[in-house]
């Protein structure tokens, strides 16, 4: 039996939150996983193992602003934004990276000044699927600030 003095019983959310804040989590958060995933992303021939990829990026690239750019700089941009097929969940994943690259300051100018990178977000705005848009609507604030 265990005794309740030694361990403290913690809930779910609070044994997520620890597992994402934790040391395991900075392990992964690496550039060499970031292209690894990608690399799953690229050649995957699943939807759902495309969207589990492309969703540990994004929240890798959370833990560490730094990853997606050093993708963007391997992969190449337009490759980038050849990702963002019909899939609405990708679609959010790879907004979610720039607006948290973006955000952070990093290639704003190289990005913004893309124009196939401006054409390509703005047409993300006529999306049926309002969290594309939302964050559709928050890149393009970033790069107008």
């Not at 913690?10 to 690399?39: M, P, R, Y």
């Not at 969703?55 to 700089?73: E, G, H, T, W």
């Not at 952070?104 to 977000?121: A, E, K, M, N, W």
């Amino acid at each position: 039996m265990v005794s309740n003095a030694k361990y403290k019983l913690i809930s779910l959310s609070q044994w997520k939150l620890l597992c994402f804040l934790g040391v395991h989590s900075n392990k992964f958060s690496t550039t060499e996983v970031a292209l690894l995933l990608w690399n799953l992303f690229s050649h995957c021939s699943s939807d759902a193992l495309k969207v589990v990829a492309i969703s540990a990026l994004s929240r890798i690239n959370k833990l560490n602003a730094s990853i997606f750019p050093s993708v963007i700089d391997k992969v190449g941009l337009p490759n980038v934004l050849d990702s963002m097929a019909p899939n609405s969940k990708i679609q959010q994943s790879v907004l979610t990276m720039f607006l948290t690259m973006l955000s952070c300051g990093q290639h704003l100018t190289r990005v913004s000044q893309d124009r196939d990178f401006v054409t390509r977000i703005m047409k993300l705005l006529e999306s049926s699927i309002a969290t594309v848009r939302a964050k559709t609507f928050l890149l393009l604030l970033v790069i107008a600030e």
